[in-house]
């Protein structure tokens, strides 16, 4: 049997047992008025989706989310290198980054409120500063994490600073950049949740914030069972555009002593001269 059935096999099996335990505390342990079972919940969730409620807020929610990652992203990968790449640039972040770090996304959402207002423009921001962080810790350590022996390979073989960097360094550090932007994305679906039960018009957090209000507690469960499944999806998807970015990487190990990728020009093996033997 493939490993790919395999995998949605497991995935059936592990969310049906979950279903099962759900009716049955619904159903003898809590009740239903506080815990609807899951029927309940997919029937609400199917006339939210037909009148449009829902595709509403997910849009809105994924819309934040994309931006503020990929924004975070972009920052976060040059500054990261940079740490790693430069000690001078490392001393000059690196108490900047440490402090910053450890104020989470939640405590500045009124921050962030006061300087964009509840519009788009707060929960962005938030996403960028919970992705940001993440992403120039996991950089920087991959590119400490570089093997001297490579980087000393490549020069004796006569490479460049910017070579080694662009054929050495980067494609090592690849595995690390992914990894942390994996982490940061797990945290923009908590970050945006928190945001939007605060200050925003709509999406999945002010759902969430509008039916306690009402007491609808089966509509606050098809946004929380939309929200686990829109994160479980993005994580299968990201990891599955990992490993085809990183397949030519480990295939290509070994094959050039600068470790680079199975589809890049091998730029470090020595080029005959018009005196050397070919």
């Not at 390979?153 to 690849?174: E, H």
């Not at 970050?191 to 609808?216: C, F, H, K, P």
Request: charged residues 10%; proline residues 6%; positive net charge.
């Amino acid at each position: 049997m493939p490993a790919s059935i395999r995998s949605v096999g497991v995935y059936l099996v592990g969310f049906a047992s979950l279903f099962l335990i759900w009716h049955a505390a619904a159903t003898w342990i809590v009740g239903s008025v506080l815990f609807p079972p899951p029927w309940q919940v997919v029937l609400k969730g199917i006339e939210l989706a037909q009148d449009g409620t829902l595709w509403e807020q997910v849009s809105a929610s994924l819309g934040r989310i994309a931006s503020g990652f990929v924004g975070g992203s972009l920052i976060g990968i040059p500054i990261g290198l940079a740490i790693g790449s430069f000690p001078l640039v490392r001393r000059l972040l690196e108490p900047y980054t440490e402090f910053l770090r450890f104020i989470p996304a939640t405590a500045m959402i009124t921050v962030a409120v006061i300087w964009f207002g509840i519009g788009e423009g707060s929960k962005i921001f938030l996403i960028i500063y919970t992705t940001v962080f993440i992403v120039i810790l996991n950089t920087a350590a991959g590119v400490s994490a570089v093997a001297p022996n490579k980087i000393r390979a490549a020069r004796s073989l006569g490479a460049g600073p910017g070579q080694v960097f662009f054929f050495v360094a980067l494609p090592a550090t690849m595995p690390y950049i992914l990894t942390g932007m994996r982490l940061a994305m797990a945290n923009s679906f908590v970050t945006i949740i928190a945001a939007e039960l605060v200050a925003a018009n709509n999406g999945l957090g002010r759902m969430i914030w509008d039916s306690r209000m009402y007491m609808l507690v089966d509509q606050i469960f098809v946004a929380l069972v939309v929200l686990g499944f829109l994160g479980f999806t993005a994580d299968r998807l990201y990891l599955r555009i990992r490993r085809a970015l990183l397949a030519g990487n480990l295939r290509g190990r070994g094959s050039c002593a600068s470790g680079c990728w199975r589809w890049r020009w091998c730029w470090a093996r020595p080029r005959p001269t018009p005196n050397s033997p070919r």
